[in-house]
């Protein structure tokens, strides 16, 4: 699916008004044309987001990110959808390509690894400039495709699935069994996440590992799995660990049909309101959140300010063109203060701050 919205002038968009959906997002549309502050408007790129699904409320929450960034410059903005598909998510990015001469900055979540190679390399024929984020080979870096390849941004999943780990034997005491919901398999993040699950049951003897099921980032799987699951073990399963929140926020809904929500503590991980809510409800121990709406919004800024020649990307150092983005611990402790600051408020970004969330360059076993 490709969106196509035009944003103009008004006041700043909230966040709340940013995430109302579809139609709230196709309704940009209507908003007359503008003059960017930064070029001509017959020279401005075509910004494009690509990620996995709108009605995921994390790349909901990236696109409104993408859709802020495009408004602030006055970019016509399109919003590709590959629904978990790579063969689709390749297929669209060439399409666009095709369709703006090239002229265009690209911010995307590659459905899987291997995907990054080809569009990456789609974009360097065509002259597009290409932030990815998440996923891409280990071996393909922004620097062997000077200047249109720009950045690549993750987030090191190894300490925060390990952190969410701990939360969750925290809030049990430090004893019982456990099942765990893992991302694709071979997602970097998902890779990562399991890697700390791993990490923290090695460290903590007293929790049992009664299963890991990979659920492929799926609520509809995982909701499945986990109603096997509470068939299966029962009363044994003390705590669900799930690799993000959409299946964490499933798994609950499977506790709340068993009778067992709120006492059966489970985590998850990507800080999506939802989640926030439900730790404030006391049915979940913890996430982390990444922030989708800087990621949706910065990695367009990112890859429009090299586009647009604000900087060289081939003249910036390493820890600038592959680099850990900035997560935050959310649980009991600092829910409601993270809630009112970050979801109920309006988002704060300076989007010339392009690199003031990175963390240090990526390191690859």
Known sequence: MVRNIELGLGRPLKRRQLLKGAAAIAAAGMFPAIISRRGNAADMPTLVNSIRSLSNPYHATWNAGG???????????VTLVTE?????????????????????????????????????????????????????PADLHPWDYNPNYVAHISFSGVPY??????????????????????GIESNVPAIE??????????????????????????????????????????????????????????????LRADGRAGKVPVTGIDGIKLAVEAIQKGEMAGTVAWDPFWQGGMGLAIAFDAKTGVFDPAKEPKDHREFYGTGVIITGENAQAYYDTNIKSEPTLDWKDIWGRASGQIQYN
């Open 67 to 77: 859709a802020a960034f495009a408004k602030s410059v006055g970019a016509k903005y």
């Open 193 to 254: 996440r399991k890697a700390g699950l791993e990490q923290a049951l090695k460290e903590n003897p007293g929790i049992q590992l009664l299963d890991f099921q990979v659920a492929n980032w799926s609520d509809t799987e995982a909701l499945e799995k986990t109603n096997a699951w509470l068939t299966q073990f029962g009363d044994k399963i003390g705590g669900i660990w799930a690799a993000n929140d959409g299946m964490g926020l499933a798994a609950i809904e499977a």
């Open 161 to 182: 699935g390990k952190a969410m780990a701990e939360a969750l034997f925290k809030s049990m005491g430090g004893k019982g069994g456990i099942v765990a919901l893992g």
């Open 84 to 136: 978990g598909n790579s063969e689709k998510g390749i297929a669209d990015i060439k399409a666009i390509l095709a369709k703006t001469g090239g002229n265009c900055a690209i911010n995307i979540d590659p459905n899987d690894a291997p995907d990054a190679r080809p569009i990456v390399e789609a974009c360097k024929e065509a002259g597009a400039y290409v932030v990815t984020q998440w996923n891409k």
